[in-house]
């Protein structure tokens, strides 16, 4: 949604009028400000109406942070196996 407006926006300007409409974007303030209407929205969407959702969130972004931690010390683990495989 926000690449496709993000596209809308700069489809009708000229090559040297984008920077000047992205360099705003790239600020810190408007990075903090997209965060925290971001943020907004999620406790409007989901916290405020009781919604179970959250939970679901915290646990597969879990999943998700752990599989990403656990992968290199597998990638690590299946490279020795192929190594040691291949010795005998």
Same mark, same amino acid.
């Given at each position: /949604?926000?690449?496709?407006?993000?596209?809308?926006?700069?489809?009708?300007?000229?090559?040297?009028?984008? @920077?000047?409409?992205?360099?705003?974007?790239?600020?810190?303030?408007?990075?903090?400000?997209?965060?925290?209407?971001? /943020?907004?929205?999620?406790?409007?969407?989901?916290?405020?109406?009781?919604? @179970?959702? @959250?939970?679901?969130?915290?646990?597969?972004?879990? /999943?998700?942070?752990?599989?990403?931690?656990?992968? @290199?010390?597998?990638?690590?683990?299946?490279?020795? /196996?192929?190594?040691?495989?291949?010795?005998?």
């Amino acid at each position: /949604m926000a690449l496709r407006r993000f596209y809308n926006e700069i489809r009708g300007k000229r090559v040297s009028e984008i @920077p000047e409409h992205v360099k705003p974007m790239l600020s810190l303030d408007y990075v903090k400000r997209a965060i925290q209407r971001g /943020m907004d929205n999620y406790h409007a969407k989901y916290i405020e109406t009781s919604s @179970p959702e @959250p939970i679901f969130h915290v646990c597969y972004g879990g /999943m998700i942070f752990s599989y990403l931690v656990a992968l @290199p010390h597998e990638r690590r683990h299946l490279e020795h /196996m192929q190594q040691h495989a291949q010795h005998h």
